[in-house]
């Protein structure tokens, strides 16, 4: 029974681990049809191709940029919002509003906000996309928040303003420091939402907004498993590099 | 605690966040009673009338809840088990760091990476036919993209269970069951009995909210079933996204006839689930 569940356990992480190799070794692959386990030979040309080409460049440029600007605002004005509602009266209104969006399938939210994008003109721009991830997101952010401030958090802030800090001195001095920890987990998460959107971002960017995740769809669509596999890799490795560099370096304790 | 209200912030909350889910929801609503529209010529219910007379629409409803509410069981009770037979192992980094591996699969990657690994010439099927267990890729069972739908399946749960591991393994240390099964041993209950009673029910209980906003995710789930499932009716999102798609411009008044129930399932039982499950948490 104990080698079972080890077994298991090993299981998900070779699964994983192959599911990574595979993306990689089909990323270089130059033939991998039935029934051959592993590619025919090997090319760097797609990589070099890609890496050459502007067009990658740039998707993978503005994609980064928008997730990391998507995020950094709605983590910064999520965490303003979720402060002030959660010593609201009606807290838990607010917080049952939040779930209005919050469960929406991305693809079907965007369809039903198309109209208000077409009209003003932001439908196929990128700001028009960053706006539609922003209302998207922002709901997340407020919700992971308003966890952080109970009672605990309040008491902290209401002795420091009972010192004499400001409203501003006291998040800067108080809030942010107690929520460091927090701020870092939620900034990935959002950052996560906004990289992996493909609903909104076909839907509001109509195809103009190429960001990475849509250059996955395209190839899949054409059955192109080579470019297919490299665009997934580009898509997962700034992610995980970062998240592996986050627990070797920012993770250890510093004593 | 000293309650307050900051104005701007609740107006800011109400623009940012209320308005535009509530504005998408009168738009479809509009929209699918001739309200508004290119082609609209006036109110009428016959676009209402369209989509519920539509089987496929009934299909494509009952598929998502199927396919949400059974894999969202499913992972759960899956992760229970996996904790509770490797509780100790997961206390080391680098097993939890493979679990959260699968946060860094976009839904189009996992959609992908199923397709490639579980169609009938993917890398299973090459793995049998070396095994000599198929001649060719037409005698591998079609899972892919089939009615039986078991290939998307397959590919929710893999992706899905590592985070429900981690989420029931936070669950298992911060409501302390293993004391718990500790304790019931030390008044006579057998493992087996202190497992079935004492630390099934707790980590059930305490995944339900877990699991309900991972159904009401799946119910609108777009990328994997629109690689992987049954290309007809196929679930929800991608039914409407289809119709929405496609050439027949009378066919978007539908859509956002649908867009609009589902929007109301969805809000109705986030708010009916949180509102029990907030019930079930004060009554302990």
Known sequence: MRSLRNGVLGLFAVVFLLFLSYLVVGSMATEWRFPALFPNGYTFHRWEAVLNRTEWALALFYSFLLSAFVSLTCTSIGLLTASGLSRDPLSTLWLRLCYLPYGLSPVLYAYSMQFFYHTTGMAGTWFGVYLAQFILVYPFAVVLFFNYFDEKMHNLEDIAASLGASRWVRLKTVTLPVLRQPLQTVFAQLFLVSWFDYGITSVIGTGQVKTLTLFVYQYIGESDLYYSALASCLLIAPPLFLWLFHRTFALKPSK | ?284
């Open chain 2, 1 to 284: 605690m000293q309650k307050q209200k900051i104005p701007w912030l609740r107006w800011l909350f109400l623009l940012l966040g209320v308005l535009p889910p509530l504005a998408g929801l009168i738009y479809s609503f509009l929209y699918s009673i001739g309200g508004t529209g290119a082609l609209s010529t006036g109110w009428t219910a016959r676009y209402w009338i369209e989509l519920l007379e539509e089987k496929g629409f009934w299909a494509a409803l009952s598929w998502s809840a199927a396919i949400a509410i059974s894999v969202s069981l499913l992972s759960s009770g899956i992760a229970i088990g996996l904790v509770l037979g490797w509780k100790n192992r997961l206390d080391r980094p680098n097993w939890s760091a493979i679990m959260s591996l699968p946060l860094f699969f976009p839904p189009i990657v996992a959609a992908f990476i199923g397709y490639q690994w579980l169609s009938s010439s993917g890398i299973i099927a090459r793995m049998a036919f070396w095994a000599g267990w198929i001649q060719g890729p037409e005698a591998f069972p079609a899972i892919v993209n089939s009615p039986n739908q078991l290939g998307l399946v397959l590919t929710l749960l893999i992706f899905q269970v590592p985070l429900f591991v981690l989420v029931s393994w936070y669950h298992y240390k911060e409501a302390r069951v293993s004391d718990f099964q500790e304790q019931a041993s030390a008044l006579g209950a057998t493992g087996l009995q202190a497992i079935r009673t004492i630390a099934v029910p707790i980590l059930w209980n305490r995944m339900k909210p877990t699991m309900v906003i991972y159904g009401v995710f799946l119910f609108g789930a777009y990328e994997i079933p629109l690689v992987l499932g049954q290309q007809y009716p196929g679930m929800l999102s991608v039914f409407l996204h289809q119709k929405f798609k496609r050439y027949d411009l009378f066919d978007i008044p539908v859509a956002y006839a649908g867009t609009f129930i589902y929007a109301l399932i969805v809000l109705a039982s986030t708010l009916y689930f949180f509102k029990t499950l907030q019930k079930e948490v004060q009554n302990k």
